[in-house]
């Protein structure tokens, strides 16, 4: 009979740890991407160079940037608005040259880029739109920059 309880409190210890243990996995799943993004940035933000006028009301920008960690790119996504209420997504074309195809991820370091031609009128630019760059850096999840402004 000795033995019933201890078999008990090892039977609620182990299912003590894996609670635990899978509540744990779960709240760095949450938080994990804004704690990252946040603290571990994949690259510093976007510096504009210059910007051009465009075909169609179209901006077509140079730009340089910091790239911070050796992560894998992904993609960059444009957007126009305001981020804390009204914004869309727009085209965003990253110009190569013809037969340019080279990987697109970049070394770690201070890096020049463009031109980018961006769906926003030029003046809308700076002050109503933002960008975000996403990456691979480990296996847990996407990681999301916001690089601009």
Not at 20 to 37: D, K, N, R, Y
Not at 43 to 62: F, H, S
């Amino acid at each position: 009979m000795g033995r019933v309880p201890g078999q008990i409190y090892t039977a609620i210890a182990s299912a003590s740890a894996a609670v635990i243990f899978s509540a744990t996995m779960i709240l760095i799943w949450l938080i994990g991407p804004e704690v990252e993004t946040r603290l571990f940035p994949v690259v510093g933000k976007l510096n504009i160079e210059r910007m051009e006028v465009a075909p169609n009301g179209q901006t077509k920008v140079y730009a340089s940037f910091r790239k911070l960690r050796a992560c894998e790119y992904i993609g960059i996504a444009w957007f126009r608005g305001d981020r804390a209420s009204d914004f869309t997504r727009v085209s965003l074309v990253l110009d190569r040259a013809p037969g340019d195809d080279s990987n697109p991820n970049r070394p770690v370091g201070f890096q020049r880029s463009g031109p980018w031609t961006v769906d926003i009128p030029m003046d809308e630019i700076p002050s109503n739109s933002f960008v975000q760059l996403f990456h691979k850096c480990h296996f847990a999840w996407t990681t999301t920059t916001e690089f601009y402004p």
